[in-house]
């Protein structure tokens, strides 16, 4: 069972992952991993001695070649349960961000096979329990929740 929660703050020591959810043009960006036939939105682990926003801004800069942006945090989740990145299950917290990309440089430099602007959200992400509730999240949050998850 993977338990979502969702945070104002809490201890930047705590913070170990940061995700990013990005729009460019009024559209969503969605990455898809080079291994997996899932989507995800941009985000990943905090490296050694790194401010959380900065691996906020490479991670998105990585994942989906982002040039020019406005990147901004929202809140900070957790999750507990077994994952593809937690094999304890313990809790893990995470700063979850919003972007507007305004300039792409066309070049991945990470595990990322393809960025995608869509105005649909996918169905098959590859974290089905969590990917969705951080969008509704952000959707929450800015008051743009008129639109459905599906």
Not at 1 to 19: G, H, Q
Not at 43 to 65: C, F, K, S, Y
Not at 87 to 115: P, Q, Y
Request: negative net charge.
């Amino acid at each position: 069972m993977i338990n979502v929660k969702f945070y104002e703050t809490v201890e930047d020591s705590l913070l170990e992952f940061a995700v990013i959810i990005a729009r460019s043009g009024g559209k969503w960006v969605i990455c898809k991993h080079k291994e997996r036939d899932t989507f995800e939105v941009p985000g990943g682990r905090r490296e050694p001695g790194e401010d959380i926003l900065g691996t906020a801004e490479r991670e998105l800069q990585e994942e989906t070649g982002a040039l020019a942006f406005d990147l901004r945090p929202l809140c900070v989740y957790s999750v507990t349960g077994k994952t593809r990145v937690n094999e304890t299950g313990r809790e893990s917290f995470g700063l979850l961000c919003f972007a507007e990309i305004t300039e792409f440089s066309g070049r991945l430099e990470s595990e990322m096979e393809r960025v995608y602007l869509t105005d649909e959200l996918p169905t098959d992400w590859t974290y089905p329990f969590i990917q969705p509730k951080l969008i509704e999240e952000y959707l929450r949050r800015t008051g743009s929740g008129q639109e459905e998850l599906p």
